[in-house]
């Protein structure tokens, strides 16, 4: 039995909350992934906080959803549709990191060797890429104010906003909001101190994703991101594709494929044409079980 196999599993009839899940991680950035292509009925908020939870459910820094995709994914090509809940039960538009580890999920569903997966982004390219190493063709990124979100116009390209050791940062988008700040030298340890400050602050309505990023030579980064809702990761995909555009855009780095190191491990970012990014990285499984949903009179989740 494949993975994707033991998700399609019903554990008891008698029990119609209780899921079956898989945990996996992309640089020990870890989701809990649950098969709703059989079931109408979306979360509630109370399930996903749930089987986030490290003290009740299975642990995830985001829960991802395999869904049927829309009319307009399936017309594009998509074999499934991907939604991505954080730990507050917010839907966001993107994620690099889950994204390989969904690819790798549906790849080996299909026996394919590349699968197209809608997400609130746009339907996403994926194949793989060696022994559990998974590409995929994000964005594109964009410097629109209004589509990062911000609120109000200034100039994208140089955030004047500092705090601790960071000030003129570059802010994005790639289907989730970014700002990219440089650093002389990257202290992971002190962001906690300082990124929240720039995470919360009203320029941006939707929070931020606050990248730190050392450059080291001309296609080598280190990287850490203070993750929405407020979490230090120890890897950001779409942190890493949005970091090395802000580096080419200043000219911190010439070749084509930079190699980002997180406090995890690497990820190789190739940029391409049209504002696209190809991400490469790792994937890997945790462990795989049934989990038990909350009060089922809780107050469905609002998808709008």
């Known amino acids: 039995m494949n993975h994707i196999q033991f998700l399609s599993q019903t554990p008891c009839v008698d029990a119609p909350t209780l899921w079956s899940f898989v945990k996996m991680h992309g640089l020990e950035n870890y989701f809990v992934i649950v098969d709703r292509r059989a079931v109408a009925k979306p979360f509630d ?25 829309s009319d307009e994914g399936r017309r594009a090509g998509a074999y499934a549709q991907m939604r991505i809940f954080n730990i507050d039960g917010k839907e966001v538009g993107a994620c690099g990191n889950a994204t390989r580890c969904m690819a790798y999920l549906l790849l ?8 197209l997966i809608e997400t609130k982004s ?3 390219q994926c194949y793989g890429a060696g022994l559990r190493q998974i590409s995929v063709k994000l964005g594109p990124i964009s410097l629109d104010w209004q589509q990062i979100p911000l609120s109000r116009e200034i100039d994208t390209r140089h955030v004047l906003l500092t705090s601790g050791p960071l000030s003129d940062g570059v802010a994005l988008n790639i289907g989730n909001p970014h700002a990219v700040f440089f650093v002389d030298q990257l202290v992971v340890d002190d962001i906690p101190t300082y990124a929240p400050a ?6 941006f309505p939707e929070g931020v994703n606050v990248g730190v990023a050392q450059i080291v030579d001309s296609q080598t980064i280190r990287l850490a991101v203070w993750e929405r809702p407020g979490i230090l990761t120890k890897a950001c995909g779409t942190g890493a594709c949005v970091a090395v555009y802000a580096a080419k855009m200043r000219g911190l780095v010439n070749s084509p494929k930079v190699t980002v190191h997180l406090p995890a491990g ?3 970012i190739e940029l391409v044409e049209n504002n696209m990014v190809i991400m490469t990285g790792p994937v890997a499984f945790c462990c ?8 089922p009179n809780t107050p469905a989740l609002d998808m709008a």
């Open 266 to 268: 690497e990820l190789q």
């Open 45 to 69: 908020v109370a399930d996903i906080v749930r089987i986030c939870s490290t003290n009740v459910g299975a642990g995830g820094e985001q829960l991802l959803t395999i869904e049927r995709p």
């Open 108 to 115: 080996e569903e299909t026996g394919t060797e590349e699968v």
């Open 122 to 124: 746009g339907v996403l």
């Open 288 to 295: 795989h079980g049934f989990i038990e949903g909350s009060n």
């Open 198 to 203: 720039v995470q919360n602050d009203p320029l």
